[in-house]
Nanobody, 114 residues
Framework: QVQLVESGGGLVQPGGSLRLSCAASGSFDSIYIMGWYRQTPGKQRDLVASITSGGTANYADSVKGRFTISRDNAKNTVYLQMNSLKPEDTAVYYC????????WGQGTQVTVSS
């Protein structure tokens, strides 16, 4: 079993920045992929960014150049640095980790509004 604790969401003005964190704990040998997804009401949950244990990152086109994903393997933690935030980035952001199966965090609200 893996437990995920997310933090860092909140309200920010357009053009501002936020940093999300997701720490994994529990019983597992290794975490292969860690990532962030986001979801707005009535829409599907979409990938924002993911990163492998080796550090290979993948981004949605809508966030390339603005968001940076990173991870600390020693702490089993993944981060999402979000810069130049736009109102359309407003969503609930979910952390996902994959060991022998996928686990989801509880979600953290990010609101970009003036």
């Amino acid at each position: 079993q893996v437990q995920l604790v997310e933090s860092g969401g909140g309200l920010v003005q357009p053009g501002g920045s936020l940093r999300l964190s997701c720490a994994a704990s529990g019983s597992f040998d290794s975490i292969y992929i860690m990532g962030w997804y986001r979801q707005t009401p009535g829409k599907q949950r979409d990938l924002v960014a993911s990163i492998t244990s080796g550090g290979t990152a993948n981004y949605a086109d809508s966030v390339k150049g603005r968001f940076t994903i990173s991870r600390d393997n020693a702490k089993n933690t993944v981060y999402l640095q979000m810069n130049s935030l736009k109102p359309e980035d407003t969503a609930v952001y979910y952390c996902k980790t994959t060991t022998t199966r996928a686990y989801w965090g509880q979600g953290t609200q990010v609101t970009v509004s003036s």
